[in-house]
């Protein structure tokens, strides 16, 4: 599949300024800097309305964006979703009844939710093939955007893993989930932080640039600041991880081009029997919790 796109110049979404310095051109994108703010995010980028189409196309199986072959880690994928649920219970309230899993997939986590007692447990999710599994798996889904859903009902729990990065609504989607969100409810969200080590360190090379979908890189700060109108606060953020193993690390460390080091890596896990063996790996992203703000 190669699809051609339309781009578009944005204002920064976390303060509204137009006024920005380029740091780098990835892919043909660049990957710009507010001047009044300092949130980094792409721009132009591909418009709003054919960004939706992208996330309604094959997303989870192709080569250009999203995924190669989302079915090859499903068993590391449903291990770190049962680890985000035990980082998130301890900040949950007493009422475990509605949630919402913003960017569901295959509704893994919904699964994840559902095992652990959570009796209404739905999903949106904009990828037809995905929808069609949950379909199948007789899990709630809704294909409307997140910043277009009608708040007809509010969630105990709301979660958005690796999706905030890709909203072209940050402000409307922000609004709609302090509508949607319980008054004693919780968000949680992993996302990208560009204030890590990773990204630091690995600078240009940083793998979360992915400029057709990753349209936008908060840290703790810029994440603040654009709840703050919307009476959301941060009340807990940590660095986030994934469960990778042996194959997972070895294929990223050659990402970065560490290619000796990924033999080695290989070679020992290989030696000691630790193919199979996963490990909380430290992904540059940031694990954050957010309620409502009492003295909004
Ligand atoms: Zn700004």
Known sequence: MDLKFNLQSYPCSVCGSSDFVLKYNIKGFDIVQCKACSFVYVNPRIKTEELYKLYASDYFNNTQFGYENYEL???????????????????????????????????????????NGWKDAEGIELDPTMIERLHEKKIPVSNIPLEKMEATKKYDLITLFDVIEHLPGLSEALNKLKNILEANGTIALITPDYSSTQRKIFGKRWFQYKPYEHIQYFTPDSLTRALKPHGLKIIHHSASGQCADAEFLGSRLERYNFKRLASLFNGITGLFGLKNKAWYADTGSMFVIIKHDPKA
């Open 73 to 115: 880690n499903a068993r590391l994928r449903i291990m770190t979703f049962e680890k985000w649920y035990s980082l998130i219970v301890p900040f949950l309230g007493p009422k475990k009844e509605k949630a919402l899993d913003i960017g569901c997939a295959a509704g893994d986590f919904i699964e994840v939710l559902m095992r």
